[in-house]
């Protein structure tokens, strides 16, 4: 297996995201569809979309700082109409990135559950005035008012997340978090090592998948099965899947050592890059507009209040 | 236990924006008892036409039939005991901690009982040339062809009337790969099984298969009996594959002694034809 790794990682094309190999081989067999009903595939957090917008151009760093601020400021709003044009502006961001509409969508799908549960959790719980009272049941309107808030706030971070890594590879989303931890090598912190662990563990992600894929199908041809039985019945019936995998991943990871070793890979010390990390104009501007846009919207919320 | 395939058409993420047609208008009947090749360069379909034999991948369009049983029904254990599939390297699929435990994975998802496990764990590894010492032995500490011959023993073990097997030489010295196939050969000889071989090496479909199946661009390219497969180099070439050497030697050979019988597909085959020419020439 050692000679496809290798020229994937020395290629200098970017290595095939997550999402991309995954919908190639396409059906993660019926076992582990049915498993984990479909999460799997409707995770897209984390892919890459290729692409030519600003977003896509811009450098790594520019998109890591801007989408940590936005976060915070996510949490800043607490006013409908400052949702409401953050939501806008999102919906601008994402057109002109380029990314299917859709395929946004899809994303925010596996977490509409933990959002919609926590929405009503909050509703009945948080006390205030009643909406009505069934019971013990009682909603209230100051519950109603934060649950609308929070679930807005989760969709729109997902989204913002989502946007970073729809936008840039794996590889230079990576060499993006390692220069700007770069000033914590000062005090000890393996910086490299690190970010060299991050993109080696998303390499892998896809290679393992598939190994997934594989054995699956392999144990299902010898009447494996997967789907029937209670929760332990289930849960024993993917040890057949994880040993291979884990002795696998094992194996991959000893033949990578052994490969890095032969290629004088020694850490960060004295290691220099083929491609450079570069602030251009379309930083400029994108951080232009960004950093503009939230000081607007929060000077508007102060105002307003 | 025939296998009947009509009209069958795959196409992985269906729907999807990254849907791509990986078999298309395959049409192919299999008797009881065949020993088919299956050759073809890398995605050409070989893995996934095999991969709807036992119901594992479900057709986009078109019907798999084998004896019966059509695989897009629900319950698909009856169609996997009858149907054996060897993936390629399938040593990655061992998992247990002895060799015992793992062979009888497969047969106690058939629900056999313990005696009949027994027997057949070990008829099975004396099937692949293993002895069974190794029984109590985990399966990790065995040398590589000791594993993939152990895995293979895992599928044969359930007594499949079909075996499926997916370049099960891949990896393995000359000697390894000789002994394996001088197995499945036996099995298909002693239990009349059906078996459909996968490979890339001609040398190997040609020595050991009655009939050949040529894949190309997901469909079937060529179906004829190996001797007629061969006799015509210039359309494997065509499709990035070619004959066996020995019978491009033989078509040279042809050109300087006409009387040469050329459709040879093995070495030995080529050796006695050619002692038999100088035989002749002789007296």
Redo the contacts between chains.
């Keep these: 297996m050692n000679k496809p790794v290798l020229e994937e990682i020395n290629s200098k094309k970017p290595i095939r995201a997550t999402g991309v190999l995954l919908s190639e081989k396409g059906e993660l067999t019926k076992g582990i569809r049915s498993f984990e009903k479909n999460m799997i595939r409707d995770i897209t957090i984390g892919q890459y979309v290729p692409g030519s917008s600003l977003l896509h151009k811009s450098d790594p760093r520019t998109k890591l700082i801007l989408t940590f601020v936005m976060m915070i400021f996510i949490f800043m709003i607490d006013t409908y109409w400052g949702y409401l044009t953050l939501a806008i502006f999102t919906a601008i961001t994402v057109i002109t990135s380029g990314i299917p509409v859709k395929f946004v969508l899809k994303g925010l799908k596996p977490i509409v559950f933990i959002v919609v549960f926590a929405a009503v959790i909050n509703t009945f719980t948080i006390s205030g005035t009643p909406i009505f009272e069934l019971g013990f049941l009682k909603p209230t309107y100051e519950g109603l008012n934060v649950a609308v808030k929070m679930a807005i706030r989760l969709f729109l971070l997902i989204i913002m997340a989502s946007l970073l890594t729809y936008t840039t590879t794996p590889i230079s989303l990576t060499d993006g978090i390692e220069k700007l931890l770069n000033p914590l090598k000062r005090i000890k912190v393996p910086v490299h090592e690190i970010s060299m662990m991050m993109t080696i563990a998303l390499r892998f992600i896809p290679t393992l998948l598939e190994e997934t894929d594989k054995i699956i199908k392999a144990q299902s041809s010898r009447g494996a099965d997967f789907e029937n039985g209670n929760l332990i019945a289930r849960a024993k019936s993917f040890i057949p899947v994880l040993i291979p995998l884990f002795i696998s991943a094992f194996r991959r990871a000893d033949e990578l050592a052994t490969a890095m070793e032969a290629r004088c890979y020694r850490g960060s010390e004295g290691r220099t890059r083929m491609k450079q990390l570069n602030f251009t104009k379309n930083d400029v501007i994108i951080a232009a507009i960004t950093i503009a846009f939230m000081a607007w919207v929060l000077v508007m919320q102060n105002v307003s209040k | 236990m025939p296998i009947k395939i009509e009209n069958l058409y795959y196409t992985?993420?269906n729907g999807?924006?990254?849907k791509?047609d990986a078999l298309h208008d395959i049409n192919l009947e299999i008797a009881d008892g065949e020993f088919i090749g299956i050759i073809g360069h890398t995605g050409s379909g070989k893995s996934t036409l095999i991969?709807h034999l036992?119901g594992?991948?479900k057709p986009t369009k078109g019907n798999v039939i084998i004896n019966n049983i059509n695989t897009m029904q629900k319950n698909l254990?009856e169609l996997?005991?009858q149907v054996?599939?060897v993936?390629q390297y399938?040593e990655?699929?061992?998992?247990e901690e002895t060799v015992k435990k793992d062979i009888s994975?497969?047969l106690i998802?058939?629900g056999l009982s313990q005696e009949e496990i027994d027997k057949r764990v070990i008829s099975s590894l004396e099937s692949v040339g293993l002895s069974d010492r190794i029984l109590d032995k985990s399966p990790?500490e065995l040398s590589g062809g000791q594993k993939r011959r152990t895995a293979i023993a895992?599928?044969v073990a359930?007594m499949p009337r079909i075996l499926v097997l997916d370049e099960p030489t891949a990896g393995l010295d000359p000697k390894g790969r000789d002994e394996i196939f001088g197995y499945i050969s036996k099995l298909h000889e002693d239990f009349n099984m059906t078996v459909i071989l996968v490979s890339h090496s001609m040398e190997d479909i040609a020595k050991l298969t009655d009939r050949v199946i040529v894949m190309n661009e997901g469909t079937v390219f060529m179906d004829k009996p190996s001797s007629e497969v061969y006799a015509d180099p210039k359309a494997l070439e065509g499709i990035g594959l070619s004959a066996p050497q020995i019978t491009y030697l033989m078509k040279r050979l042809k050109t300087i002694f006409p009387e040469i019988n050329e459709k040879v597909l093995t070495v030995e085959a080529a050796s006695e034809e050619l002692i038999k020419q100088l035989n002749k020439r002789v007296h």
């Design positions: 992985y993420m999807g924006p990254f791509k991969q036992n594992i991948l254990k996997r005991s054996g599939i993936f399938p990655h699929q061992l998992f994975f497969g998802n058939q990790f895992g599928v359930m």
